[in-house]
Nanobody, 126 residues
């Protein structure tokens, strides 16, 4: 069974911070040597890649819009991937989704990912 559980969303004022957590479980195991990513989707907009990490080496990848503000990391002992979001802006408001296992395409392209969480809402007010 595949399960991705997200948490940490909420409401914050511009300039504030939030940390999202994703606990991916692929048939009871943390997805080693796989990509785990964070995407977001605002109302009326397409889902877009925010950040990803290759769990084997911890190599991070970021969208230009969040570089320098967001940090993706993992704690393999807790089987958890984090997205630390700082200096939040109103345009960061969206539903944030965790994804696991990139089968095809670039990390920032949603179509190539196999597994998705249910999402957690982030709202940033000005």
């Amino acid at each position: 069974q595949v399960e991705l559980v997200e948490s940490g969303g909420g409401s914050v004022q511009a300039g504030g911070s939030l940390t999202l957590s994703c606990t991916p479980s692929l048939y009871g195991f943390y997805p080693h040597s796989e990509y785990v990513g964070w995407f977001r989707q605002a109302p009326g907009k397409e889902r877009e890649g925010v950040a990803a990490i290759y769990t084997d080496r911890g190599t991070p990848y970021y969208a230009d819009s969040v570089k320098g503000r967001f940090t993706i990391s993992q704690d393999t002992a807790k089987s958890t991937v984090y997205l630390q979001m700082n200096i939040l802006k109103p345009e960061d408001t969206a539903m944030y989704y965790c994804a696991a296992v990139l089968r095809d395409g670039r990390w920032y392209q949603p179509a190539g990912w196999e597994h998705w969480g249910q999402g957690t809402q982030v709202t940033v007010s000005s």
